[in-house]
């Protein structure tokens, strides 16, 4: 039950629509109607500039991070948590974000959510997965292209440095899979050569996207 518990706690953290919010409070509208219509970081700027998207990557991430911890806290026996719950926190967490039972399950793509949830798992391997992030953005400029290479970096390096439990690296890799699946949209622009670049004014088309073509918000 206590596992049970913690894995609901996750969702319902994860849940909880910080960006929606802080647009709400600041503009009086739904983020979800503007731009890459995601609650994510990234659309958040686009309504309130850099302090926004810090406020919202700071409380997503740091929701992904407690959601984890909670979890190892709550399961743990003379000391040790329950891996298999943990790792259901973090899929529950990012979860969550993806699908918020508060908006009706349109959410954002759970990527400063997972961040915080890789960095509560295993923090020397999410150090070195930023680090891929950081340098494909800087190579090629493609923000999406380095949020899906190092999210599915992630696992792998967790398993080959921190050899943890099998239940963590599967929670890692059922993370990974869905926040790369959220990125579908900016897959198809990738290979077909029409994502934006970091620093390039979109063009109308990319500026006013579909519901199901959104941009690589978190």
Same mark, same amino acid.
């Given at each position: 039950m206590t596992g049970a518990l913690a894995t609901l706690i996750a969702y319902l953290l994860g849940s909880i629509p910080f960006g929606y919010l802080i647009v709400r409070w600041r503009r009086g509208i739904d983020v979800r109607e503007t731009g890459s219509r995601s609650i994510g970081a990234t659309n958040v700027m686009r309504n309130l500039g850099a302090p926004g998207f810090f406020a919202t990557f700071v409380l997503d991430f740091g929701k992904g991070a407690v959601a984890v911890l909670l979890a190892s806290k709550l399961t743990a026996t003379k000391?040790?948590?329950?891996?298999?719950?943990?790792?259901?926190?973090?899929?529950?967490?990012?979860?969550?974000?993806?699908? +918020?039972v508060w908006?009706?399950?349109?959410?954002? @793509?759970?990527?400063a959510t997972g961040v915080g949830v890789f960095m509560a798992l295993a923090p020397v391997p999410m150090g070195l997965a930023l680090a891929i992030f950081a340098a494909l953005v800087a190579l090629w400029r493609y923000v999406s292209l380095g949020s899906i290479v190092a999210t599915a970096a992630f696992p792998l390096l967790l398993y080959f440095l921190d050899h943890p439990p099998l239940p963590i690296v599967l929670g890692a890799t059922g993370v990974a899979a869905l926040i790369i699946a959220q990125h579908h949209a900016n897959i198809r622009r990738l290979l077909d050569g029409k994502?934006? @670049?970091?620093?390039? @004014? +979109?063009?109308?088309?990319?500026r006013q996207p579909s519901a199901g073509e959104h941009q690589a918000d978190g």
């Amino acid at each position: 039950m206590t596992g049970a518990l913690a894995t609901l706690i996750a969702y319902l953290l994860g849940s909880i629509p910080f960006g929606y919010l802080i647009v709400r409070w600041r503009r009086g509208i739904d983020v979800r109607e503007t731009g890459s219509r995601s609650i994510g970081a990234t659309n958040v700027m686009r309504n309130l500039g850099a302090p926004g998207f810090f406020a919202t990557f700071v409380l997503d991430f740091g929701k992904g991070a407690v959601a984890v911890l909670l979890a190892s806290k709550l399961t743990a026996t003379k000391g040790h948590d329950d891996p298999r719950w943990v790792a259901a926190a973090a899929v529950a967490a990012v979860l969550g974000h993806i699908a +918020p039972v508060w908006l009706r399950f349109r959410g954002g @793509k759970g990527v400063a959510t997972g961040v915080g949830v890789f960095m509560a798992l295993a923090p020397v391997p999410m150090g070195l997965a930023l680090a891929i992030f950081a340098a494909l953005v800087a190579l090629w400029r493609y923000v999406s292209l380095g949020s899906i290479v190092a999210t599915a970096a992630f696992p792998l390096l967790l398993y080959f440095l921190d050899h943890p439990p099998l239940p963590i690296v599967l929670g890692a890799t059922g993370v990974a899979a869905l926040i790369i699946a959220q990125h579908h949209a900016n897959i198809r622009r990738l290979l077909d050569g029409k994502e934006s @670049k970091l620093g390039r @004014k +979109p063009s109308a088309v990319s500026r006013q996207p579909s519901a199901g073509e959104h941009q690589a918000d978190g």
